[in-house]
């Protein structure tokens, strides 16, 4: 079956760090890939996606790209800030085997300042 | 910016009470998502509905679980006969499309005593 296995939290960080979260999947089919971002006490807002091979999803200084030979869309950020203190979901979705996108169990990402 | 919402935001029920969760999808989607996050657990998924009817349910959805679109604005999720483990934060979803990316509510946190 589909699924999405990203590494174990929590991740500690110094404010300016290089940031990866490794994000891998097995999905039959042509599967979109997603990052959805949970801040403290909020929902699930979407970071970035991507839809097909080779693809590179960006926002707010968020990169992933979709590798298909390796079945991975790992995350990584340059710099990062207190700000984006959160837990991250990695996530995919499979056009016309599903009807519903299926997370990883997310990874808590900790700032210092 | 359109936005999925979802009433009310915390609710406290009796074990073996019936609730209803509410959501309003954003107004052009023609998917909804039920999902659901267990206290710091994984997202999981419960149930998709398109065109009036449930298109994919889990395992979780069972006869305890149903789905309405009662109007053309509302969705809803009912739990008929709470049970302490359905305490969970409950999410709602939209999307466009299917393939699209899905739009998350700011959930409604659930509480079974």
């Known amino acids: 079956g589909n699924s999405v296995t990203q590494m174990e939290g929590p991740v500690t960080l110094s404010e300016e760090a290089f940031l990866t979260i490794n994000c891998t999947y097995t999905a039959t089919g042509y599967p979109s890939l997603f990052w959805y971002v949970q801040y403290p006490g909020e929902g699930l807002q979407l970071l970035l996606k991507a839809t097909k091979a080779d693809d590179k999803g960006s926002n707010k200084g968020f990169e992933a790209t979709y590798r298909k030979e390796t079945t991975s869309f790992h995350l990584e950020k340059g710099s990062v800030q207190v700000s984006d203190s959160a837990v991250y979901f990695c996530a995919l979705s499979v056009l016309n085997r599903d009807d519903k996108i299926i997370f990883g169990k997310g990874t808590r990402l900790h700032i210092l300042p | 910016e359109p936005e999925v919402t979802q009433t009310p935001s915390h609710q406290v029920t009796q074990m073996g009470q019936e609730v209803i969760l509410r959501c309003v999808p954003i107004?052009?989607?023609?998917?909804f998502y039920w999902y659901r996050q267990i206290l710091g657990q994984k997202v999981e998924f419960l149930v998709s509905f398109y065109n009036n009817e449930i298109s994919e349910k889990s395992e979780i959805f069972d006869d305890q679980f149903s789905v309405e679109r009662p109007d053309g604005s509302n969705f809803t999720l009912k739990i008929r006969s709470t049970k302490l483990e359905d305490s969970a934060m409950y999410f709602c979803?939209?999307?466009?499309?299917?393939?699209?990316?899905?739009?998350f509510g700011q959930g409604t946190r659930l509480t079974v005593v």
């Open positions: 107004s052009n989607h023609l998917y």
């Open positions: 979803a939209s999307s466009e499309a299917r393939e699209f990316e899905a739009f």
